[in-house]
């Protein structure tokens, strides 16, 4: 079965400093690859995704990831964190399949710091 | 734009209370979905339906009904409800390529 593993549960950075947030992936074959946000109190956006075009994905809010095979990755960056950035994140694997599911992981809280 | 609708937002039981989560959406999507939010464990998939008449289950689906009779609705059902049930509800949908969840803004349900 398909799934991602986020290490860590909190991370906390400066306003103005890079933001990365770690996933890696399970598969046999390349899978189809999301990162979603959750601000406090509301449901989850999609961030960005991968579908295998691009291996360096753009997304909302000046977030990108790249997909790298040959380390099963898909790690979240932004060059600059704001203050709005504080929030949850969560990577996810859509399962392969007519009926394709999709698995989260267990999610990061980010924090930034004034 | 309504996108997907939960009700209620808040709701408390009693243990062996029995209620329904309501979720609707305007979208036209074949793909609904019901996940649950425990701290520290992420999104877990309840149930899914890939369309009116058909559904599924997920990775923990014990206690939890569902049915999709129309596209638009597809509500929840806890029909003996047990603190383990304590949690946040979130319900999602998808267009056939299930590429973009669109995800209602949850139903925190306490068991007591």
């Known amino acids: 079965a398909q799934s991602v593993t986020q290490l860590g549960s909190h991370v906390s950075v400066s306003e103005g400093a890079l933001v990365l947030l770690r996933c890696n992936y399970s598969?046999?074959?390349?899978?189809?690859l999301f990162w979603y946000v959750q601000y406090p109190n509301q449901g989850l956006q999609l961030l960005l995704k991968?579908?295998?075009?691009?291996?360096l994905v753009k997304g909302i809010n000046g977030f990108e990831a790249e997909f790298k095979k040959s380390e099963t990755s898909f790690h979240l960056t932004k060059p600059s964190a704001h203050m709005s950035d504080a929030a949850e994140y969560f990577c996810?694997?859509?399962?392969?399949?007519?009926?394709?599911?999709?698995?989260f992981g267990k999610g990061i809280t980010l924090s930034v710091r004034p | 734009n309504a996108g997907v609708t939960q009700t209620p937002k808040f709701q408390v039981l009693k243990t062996g209370q029995s209620m329904t989560l309501q979720c609707a959406q305007d979208?036209?999507?074949?793909?609904m979905s019901w996940y649950r939010q425990d701290p520290g464990m992420g999104l877990r998939l309840i149930h899914y339906?890939?369309?009116?008449?058909?559904?599924d289950q997920g990775e923990v689906p014990n206690g939890y009904n569902v049915s999709r009779s129309t596209t638009e609705d597809f509500p929840l059902r806890l029909l003996s409800a047990a603190p383990s049930q304590t949690s946040v509800y979130f319900c999602?949908?998808?267009?056939?390529?299930?590429?973009?969840?669109?995800f209602g803004s949850g139903t925190q349900l306490s068991v007591l």
């Open positions: 999602a949908s998808s267009s056939a390529g299930h590429e973009k969840l669109f």
């Open positions: 598969s046999s074959v390349p899978p189809y």
């Open positions: 991968y579908t295998s075009a691009a291996t």
């Open positions: 996810a694997v859509r399962h392969t399949g007519a009926n394709s599911k999709l698995t």
């Open positions: 979208m036209n999507h074949e793909y």
């Open positions: 339906s890939v369309g009116a008449g058909i559904t």
